[in-house]
């Protein structure tokens, strides 16, 4: 069933160190210190995601899923390994990040649409749509800081869903504003149009469970188990161990 | 290559986005904007002015106007560069949400800046026609010293953001050296008052030239000469593709660090 299904994601032996510094990294430090401690995040690891796929990423904290994330969003660079992303990806990391607080709301769809990839041309389009998703029609001249934290979170993630990114990538799972707006988000990731792919990285284990087929089971930087729902399923006994 | 063409259109949409988005942020809540683009150089001019008159031994034709340009060009560029050099850290939670061209952020504040800083000379020329020092030169000196100064600007920039993400201590220096830098530029001074065995630090400070030949096309003070002219030219391409190298290069590498 997944062969029919061109691949959407594909790393090849990633791994990943990163340089632990305790204090403000300063280069008068580079010349006395030498060598460098390091902490590998993730340990040769390979993945195949196929486009249309639903997956979860599970694992404890620090085991290197948010890792993972930033690897296939291409916010971080692997220390080595081969990583191939066909179509646009949106990661939904920090919604807020890179609005404005003194700019209005449709000033900051446009510097925020287009920062998650989108151009002008399809900003004008998506435009009364976006607004209209979010429900801030009176308050889209008026600047950000009169926005409550709902507001400004379901701005956010109308505009990602707005710019139809091909790979959706979701970090800690969805904090969107009040009730109804979380259904009519989870709604929308579950329309799927054109096959796009969803990956979601959460503690939220009904969130998973409700969005993915398909889960991912990290642990100390290594895929420990994939597989479908007995993934996670059997995670509560691995989480007691 | 369309996909080429499409990545390079859009760098330029965004940076064109960013670049409106510093201008209006940074006027939101300041009734005077403007003004203080044209109060901040005219109180540095009115007090250099004052106390330096007195120490110098050849005075310098229109001298306010010879500070004024100096300072506007001065204020730019270190400007610029303070604001740049951190403006990675800064939005660190823009790097960890999203990938775009990273040069977009230090070069939108730099294009900001220089927007201010040519509605300013624009102001300056006013007074300057009626000392009829323009000629038919002041074209080409003037447009001139701008490239060169925003090609200057953007490459140390970008050096600086780059290494400041990684080593956090760039800041502090840069601060420092911005001082030392105001003086070995001649901004207060003339360029002829310094001793010919020392001429060469000046030929590797690429504002020697950009200032001379501003100083030059606005009120017609000697001209740089083409040795200089030439030296901080070929600076400003190595620093040029020295930032850019090292800013790409880095880039990829900046969340580790943020």
Redesign the interface.
Known sequence: MKKKFPIAIQLTDITKE??IHHE?????E?FYKGKEEKFIALNHVSLTIHKGERVGIIGRNGSGKSTLL?II?????PTSGRVAVFGR???I??I???F?H??TGE?NI??NG????M??QEIIKQYYKIIRYAALRQFIDA?LFTYSEGMKLRLGFSIAVHANPEIFILDEGLGVGDDDFRKKAKRTLLENKKNRTIIICSHNLELIEEQCTRIILVDKGIILRDGGMDVLHSYGRFIEE | MAFMKKEIAHFWELLYVMTEKEIRARYKNTVFGFFWLIANPLLQMIVIGFIFTFFMREPILHYNYYLFVGLLVWNFFSLSLTKATPSIMFERTLIKKAVFPREVIPLSIILSNAVHFLAALLLYTLPILFLHTLTLLSIPAIFGGIMVLIAFTVGVSLLTAALNVRFRDINFFVQALLIIWFYATPIVYSFSVIPAKFVWMWRLNPMTSIVQLLQFGFIGSAPPDFLLCISNIIVTVVVCVIGMVTFRKESRYFDDWI
């Open positions: 990163y340089t403000k990294p300063t280069l008068v580079k930033k969003s291409g916010i971080a660079t990806s949106i990661s990391i920090d807020e990040a890179g404005h003194d700019l000033q446009f510097v287009m920062l998650v990839g151009t002008k600047p």
